[in-house]
């Protein structure tokens, strides 16, 4: 959903006194995630009825991270990992009497970033969570949080950000598309050799990000975790990836039916066009259904040389 989207339900649910207990904020990109959270939290402190305000003492305290009764933690910077002490400190606020008076809340900045006593902790507290108080995990990599924290927790799933998806590397993918020559069989299958050698290079740039972040003094446990992180990451920006893919498929129907307006690449008009005359519209139609057919595939784990391989000597330019 869309982040104002999900603020409204959130203001909704808590107007109505049906909030959930805890919340997965899912979004490729962080801020998204803590930007939603953080307007919501002004909504839930305000002293005022029909807050947010915006001036009043909570509004501001909230805004400056300061309200005694909106907690926050996030990973330590040395080891990158929310520790069990942190986790411990959270009990201690939350099982205290509100200073306020109302709701106590608290965010988990980069929850997937709980090590395992951390999580298991954390897991006591959403079992027994103190009354009026409410949760909120954010992340881009929930498949790495335990699974039973996840079925305590209601997710919002963010769309997809800028941030996964930058100018340069859509135009990377767009040129690809764009290309030509050759046609038919060795072009579709050029294309295809040509975003598995891309992905290949992203997947590399994710993990050598994420190693450099980590301590070099890390245990087991916090190379799993790792890795999982490696892996979710790497997933969102593929689907990304997959999205401009089929946003230029889609293009190429909507021209082929004559439609020039609100297309998702109108820098490259020209070659869209021409693959939307060169096939026509039952071609561009059998094509975009296609590259939905690859993005399922990449869900099911099957091995992306092979999908993109066969799915792109099958488009038919
Ligand atoms: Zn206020």
Redesign the pocket.
């Known amino acids: 959903v869309k982040s104002d989207e999900a603020f409204e339900r959130l203001v909704q649910a808590w107007r109505e006194d049906r909030l959930a207990q805890a919340y997965i904020v899912d979004s490729p990109d962080i801020d998204g995630a803590l930007a939603l959270v953080g307007r919501f939290l002004?909504v839930a402190h305000?002293?005022?009825e029909s807050?947010?305000?915006?001036?009043?003492a909570?509004?501001r305290q909230v805004e400056e991270g300061r309200h005694p009764d909106a907690i926050r933690i996030e990973p330590q910077k040395k080891s990158r990992i929310i520790s069990v002490d942190q986790v411990r400190e959270l009990q201690r606020l939350i099982y205290m009497t509100s200073f306020a008076g109302g709701w106590k809340s608290c965010v988990l900045v980069c929850a997937d970033r709980l090590g395992q006593q951390a999580s298991n902790a954390f897991l006591k507290t959403l079992e027994e969570p103190p009354p009026r108080s409410v949760f909120f995990l954010a992340t881009d990599s929930p498949q790495a949080l335990l699974p039973t924290i996840l079925s305590r927790c209601q997710r919002i799933v963010l769309s997809e950000s800028a941030a996964a998806m930058t100018g340069s590397l859509r135009e990377r993918i767009t040129e690809i598309l764009a290309d030509d020559s050759p046609g038919g069989l060795v072009g579709g299958l050029a294309k295809g050799d040509q975003l598995v050698a891309l992905l290949k290079e992203l997947k590399e740039s994710v993990a050598e990000r994420e190693h450099e972040a980590m301590d070099e003094e890390a245990g087991e446990r916090e190379k799993d975790v790792l890795e999982a992180r490696i892996d979710a990451r790497y997933k969102a920006v593929r689907t990304a990836v997959m999205r401009v893919v089929e946003s230029w498929y889609r293009d190429v129907l909507l021209v082929s039916c004559g439609v020039r307006e609100g297309l998702a690449n109108p820098d490259h008009l020209a070659a869209v066009q021409g693959q939307a005359e060169k096939g026509g519209y039952r071609v561009a139609m059998q094509s975009l259904q296609r590259v939905e057919q690859m993005s399922r595939r990449f869900e099911r784990n099957m091995q992306e040389a092979q999908v993109l391989g066969l799915g792109f000597c099958r488009l038919g330019w």
């Open positions: 002004q305000c002293e005022s807050g947010p305000c915006g001036e009043c909570s509004c």
